[in-house]
């Protein structure tokens, strides 16, 4: 048997008629840029993320670039985020012009760690930007505590909650990914800002579009960055659809870690409080490469996320990071391996993947 990482394409067959007349009418409307659909679905995923508004934009490192620029974070700033996820935040800091300053993360949750964020904080500190990994939400209780904003990088975690509040209405501002993989994921690139206050969301609607309030009027320096009405029209098709998938992908979560139990690598860990949506499942393995290889020649290939921390990217080579500057981050780096995981897995596929993994270390032990 061989089993996907990932299939994005498996949602399309179940929701082809919808997701072909919706997107018919688009067309026959020829209404493509900041139409009904993109109205609609900002208001529909606004009000499943408990914010006030959305503002859809071209992609969810559009979302934090264009979030940063709400707060005229700049140059002379200090922005905290985490090491050890997708380089959208970092580069979002970078693009404003501020400095990125990392924190190092959780051994067993992989979010930011809030005692060494605090560490971390200058007179120039602006804000953090909490990423809320593989679908579950950093500690924004402790996080909220240390007295600047949060602005949520929720790319792999719509649906997510902690004590019951969703994830994008926990701090200033929002933002989200709809990137085809996500948990709610588009035919194509598309994000958004989620916020509650009335004046930034003028703010952000004018930097998405050139600056604009009034057309050919420019009162800001700012950005091409429109969701399309296309990418729109699909995402409330899939929208109603989404609570169901998070339930599939916690039950395939579920059945992982009863399948690996007892095994000598260490499992997901949820903090107490938080509804995961497993956008992710990853493990921890000192055996992580052999493990990859062995699951690639029975079936399973799979991506390492992420083998590289930030801080030590090349294209950060010149900001003066070293090795040991983040050793959570560094380590776990070394031992993640993703699962496959997708709301489309059947049990058996996810048994095939359980079994290859137990086969791994009967191997070694015998």
């Known amino acids: 048997m061989n089993v996907p990482f990932l299939n994005p394409g498996a949602q399309f067959p179940p929701l082809r008629a919808e997701i072909l007349a919706a997107t018919e009418a688009v067309l026959a409307r020829a209404h493509y840029i900041l139409g009904p659909n993109v109205a609609a679905f900002e208001e529909e995923a606004a009000r499943y993320c408990g914010a006030g508004f959305g503002v859809g934009v071209n992609s969810g490192s559009d979302a934090l670039t264009l979030a940063l620029r709400a707060f005229d974070i700049g140059p002379g700033d200090e922005v905290i ?16 012009g501020a400095k990125i300053v ?53 790319a792999q975690a719509i649906g997510a909650t902690v004590d019951g509040r969703p994830v994008g209405s926990l701090g200033v501002l929002g933002c989200l990914s709809f990137y085809p993989t996500k948990n709610l994921g588009a035919c194509g690139d598309g994000g958004m800002v989620l916020c509650s206050n009335p004046d930034t969301v ?22 091409n960055s429109r969701l399309d009405e296309l990418q729109a029209a699909i995402l409330r098709v899939k929208l109603p659809h989404l609570d169901r998938w998070n339930a599939r992908r ?75 500057d983040y050793p959570v981050a560094e380590s776990v780096s070394k031992r993640i391996l993703p699962l496959p995981m997708y709301p489309e897995l059947s049990d058996a596929e996810v048994d095939h993947v359980i079994q290859a993994i137990r086969g791994f270390f009967n191997g070694i032990a015998s």
């Open 202 to 223: 003028t703010r952000l609607r004018m930097l998405r579009v050139h600056g604009i309030q009034r057309r050919y009027f420019h009162d800001l320096h700012g950005y």
């Open 250 to 324: 916690a039950e395939i979560a579920a059945r992982y870690d009863v399948g690996l139990s007892g095994l000598p690598l260490l499992l997901p860990e949820t903090a107490p409080g938080n509804r995961h949506v497993f956008h992710v499942y990853a493990i921890l393995s000192d055996q992580r490469d052999a493990l990859h290889a062995h699951l690639a020649a029975n079936g399973v290939p799979t991506i390492i996320y992420y083998p590289q921390p930030m801080h030590l990217q090349q294209c950060y080579a010149d900001q003066g990071w070293k090795t040991g």
């Open 102 to 154: 990392f924190a190092d993360i959780h051994p067993r949750r992989f979010t930011l760690d809030p005692e060494d964020v605090a560490r971390r904080i200058t007179p120039r500190t602006r804000a953090i930007i909490p990423v809320h990994l593989f679908g579950q939400a950093a500690a924004m209780g402790p996080l909220a505590a240390l007295g600047l904003p949060l602005v949520e990088d929720c």
């Open 81 to 96: 985020t985490t090491p050890f996820t997708y380089i959208a935040p970092a580069e979002s800091i970078h693009q404003v």
